[in-house]
């Protein structure tokens, strides 16, 4: 079973910027797909971005397209997500997990994540106006 720690979250003003880990350990990621989701007060859970892992291709919701970035280290099993131009609305528990599928943005399907386990604690990020 994979471990996931997440890192990386903090408060921060509006239009500024954060960038989060996941180390993913116990688990090869060869043939895996890796995702971010985030979790609002109050809101159901939603899958933002998502990576192959063995080619690098990436997938973003709409809501953060074009602000967020996410990346993998291969040699350290660590998924990055860098945030930049940050919302209020961007305020959630950010966590990350692996999952098998055709491609990743499956994975970032609710329909199709509600299945999945989160063994991460996630981490927090707060923006403020």
């Known amino acids: 079973q994979a471990q996931v720690v997440e890192s990386g979250g903090g408060v921060v003003q509006a239009g500024g910027s954060l960038k989060l880990s996941c180390t993913i350990g116990?688990?090869?990621?060869?043939?895996?797909?890796v995702g971010w989701y985030r979790q609002a007060p109050g809101k159901e859970r939603e899958g933002i971005a998502c990576i192959t892992w063995s080619s690098g291709s990436v997938y973003y919701v709409d809501s953060v397209k074009g602000r967020f970035t996410i990346s993998r280290d291969n040699t350290k099993n660590t998924l990055y997500l860098q945030m930049t131009s940050l919302k209020p609305e961007d305020t959630a528990m950010y966590y990350c997990?692996?999952?098998?599928?055709?491609?990743?943005?499956?994975?970032?399907?609710?329909?199709?994540?509600?299945?999945?386990?989160?063994r991460g604690q996630g981490t927090q990020v707060t923006v403020s106006s």
């Open positions: 116990g688990s090869s990621l060869e043939h895996s797909e």
């Open positions: 997990t692996p999952y098998v599928a055709d491609t990743c943005s499956v994975g970032l399907d609710p329909r199709i994540f509600r299945f999945y386990t989160f």
